[in-house]
């Protein structure tokens, strides 16, 4: 119990995580084609405990279990939108595809192929792949909204194994998740 204790005092809060990631990003200044760093890699996972796992390409939101890898998100800062929103973009470890929402009525939640280190290399606003991370319900959780359609977020289905999606909060989607670097 006091090892479980010592674990979550150690976990930084979302603030601390997001001020780390636009601190080293932002020392980086202009990149060059021979100096482009490398994204950070974070585990998300929802309130419910429901991690990502990436499944037949799409991400969907599962409990662990002892014989399951977490997909990894690999994230980057928007370089080209007001650092005090938060923008970020996010992709698969593996740097092959990147979340994108696909604006609307009801917009929904895309993974196309990409890498978010072109999207960061790039310096456009790229709203279309921007979520503003935004500390929600504790110091320890956070939402992610999408930039191009203010107002939806992403989120999990209250039901394991769906993908991951855009809801506007309220109902039985879950918008608030758990952000935390790997190494």
Same mark, same amino acid.
């Given at each position: 119990?006091?090892?479980?204790?010592?674990?979550?005092?150690?976990?930084?809060?979302?603030?601390?995580?997001?001020?780390?990631?636009?601190?080293?990003?932002?020392?980086?200044?202009?990149?060059?084609?021979?100096?482009?760093?490398?994204?950070?890699?974070?585990?998300?996972?929802?309130?419910?405990? &429901?991690?990502?796992?990436?499944?037949? /390409?799409?991400?969907?939101?599962?409990?662990?279990?002892?014989?399951?890898?977490?997909? !990894?998100?690999?994230?980057?800062?928007?370089?080209?939108?007001?650092?005090?929103?938060?923008?970020?973009?996010? /992709?698969?470890?593996?740097?092959?595809?990147?979340?994108?929402?696909?604006?609307?009525?009801?917009?929904?939640?895309?993974?196309?192929?990409?890498?978010?280190?072109?999207?960061?290399?790039?310096?456009?606003?790229? &709203?279309?792949?921007?979520?503003?991370?935004?500390?929600?319900?504790?110091?320890?959780?956070?939402?992610?909204?999408?930039?191009?359609?203010?107002?939806?977020?992403?989120?999990?289905?209250?039901?394991?194994? &769906?993908? !991951?999606?855009?809801?506007? /909060?309220?109902?039985?989607?879950?918008?608030?998740?758990?952000?935390?670097?790997?190494?």
């Amino acid at each position: 119990m006091a090892e479980a204790a010592n674990m979550r005092r150690k976990r930084k809060t979302v603030d601390q995580e997001m001020a780390d990631l636009f601190n080293h990003f932002g020392k980086k200044g202009d990149v060059e084609a021979v100096n482009i760093p490398k994204p950070w890699l974070y585990k998300i996972w929802d309130t419910k405990q &429901k991690s990502l796992f990436l499944q037949d /390409g799409t991400l969907v939101a599962a409990p662990q279990n002892s014989n399951s890898e977490d997909q !990894l998100i690999a994230v980057t800062p928007n370089r080209s939108t007001d650092p005090n929103k938060r923008p970020i973009f996010m /992709g698969t470890k593996d740097q092959k595809h990147v979340l994108a929402v696909k604006s609307g009525d009801h917009p929904h939640l895309q993974l196309v192929a990409g890498d978010v280190m072109d999207l960061y290399v790039k310096k456009e606003e790229s &709203k279309e792949f921007t979520f503003y991370n935004q500390t929600k319900g504790s110091e320890a959780t956070c939402s992610f909204e999408s930039a191009i359609s203010p107002g939806w977020f992403l989120s999990t289905s209250a039901e394991p194994h &769906k993908p !991951l999606g855009l809801s506007q /909060g309220g109902g039985s989607d879950i918008t608030i998740f758990y952000f935390e670097r790997k190494e």
